[in-house]
């Protein structure tokens, strides 16, 4: 059973960036497309960016061109590069298989806020 563990989440102001890190267990990790998703206060889950085990890349449209998504198949992580944040992406962060596989790990808060 692959684990995951998010880690890079703090308190950044507008306009501040952040790198959020998986990490998964498990040789399979990498033969999945791997997701970033975000929950906030009162709202469901959502994906914002997905690669692909080859690195093909799709984000939400709210974080394109802010956001960045890659892989490391070696060492099965995931990362997220979150430039030019802003108050709305405030949310805890998640990372799963597309569609969600693995169990859900603990996530890492994201607030953004001045």
């Known amino acids: 059973q692959v684990q995951l563990v998010e880690s890079g989440g703090g308190l950044v102001q507008p306009g501040g960036s952040l790198r959020l890190s998986c990490a998964g267990s498990?040789?399979?990790?990498?033969?999945?497309?791997m997701g970033w998703y975000r929950q906030a206060p009162g709202q469901q889950r959502e994906l914002v960016a997905r690669?692909?085990?080859?690195?093909?890349?799709t984000y939400k449209d709210s974080v394109k061109g802010r956001f960045t998504i890659s892989r490391d198949n070696n060492k099965n992580t995931v990362h997220l590069q979150m430039n030019s944040l802003k108050p709305e992406d405030t949310a805890v962060y998640y990372c799963n298989a597309v569609p969600e596989y693995f169990a859900w790990g603990q996530g890492t808060q994201v607030t953004v806020s001045s």
């Open positions: 690669i692909s085990n080859g690195g093909w890349v």
């Open positions: 498990g040789s399979i990790f990498s033969a999945y497309v």
